[in-house]
Nanobody, 122 residues
Framework: VQLQASGGGLVQAGGFLRLSCAAA????????MGWFRQAPGKEREFVSG????????FYADSVTGRFTMSRDNDKNTVYLQMNSLKPEDTAVYYC????????????????WGQGTLVTVSS
């Protein structure tokens, strides 16, 4: 599956953004999806994951209560609503798709979007 992420930008601390990730292909509903991020000089880290139907969602401790992941299988799109943004949320955000393996590990994901930059100013 091919993924295209969008929605990044510059926002002040306390603000919000909504990221989208559009998938090309008929089998989108066969993939569990995840969002990862990578800040300058740091390793890529797990942000959020969602099950095939969207019924189960998981978040990194650092974003729990502020970020909400969702998916629309009719539109082949997954979203990440990011509220109460902090400067430490600044990173390139990637969406990714997997059919197995651990949700938490980037190695489990077979397809990756190109990334969208989120910059949070203080």
């Amino acid at each position: 599956v091919q993924l295209q992420a969008s929605g990044g930008g510059l926002v002040q601390a306390g603000g919000f953004l909504r990221l989208s990730c559009a998938a090309a292909g008929r089998t989108f509903s066969s993939y569990a999806m995840g969002w990862f991020r990578q800040a300058p000089g740091k390793e890529r880290e797990f942000v959020s994951g969602i099950s095939l139907s969207g019924g189960n969602k998981f978040y990194a401790d650092s974003v729990t209560g502020r970020f909400t992941m969702s998916r629309d299988n009719d539109k082949n799109t997954v979203y990440l609503q990011m509220n109460s943004l902090k400067p430490e949320d600044t990173a390139v955000y990637y969406c990714a798709a997997r059919t197995g393996g651990s949700m938490w590990s980037a190695l489990s994901y077979e397809s990756w979007g190109q990334g969208t930059l989120v910059t949070v100013s203080s």
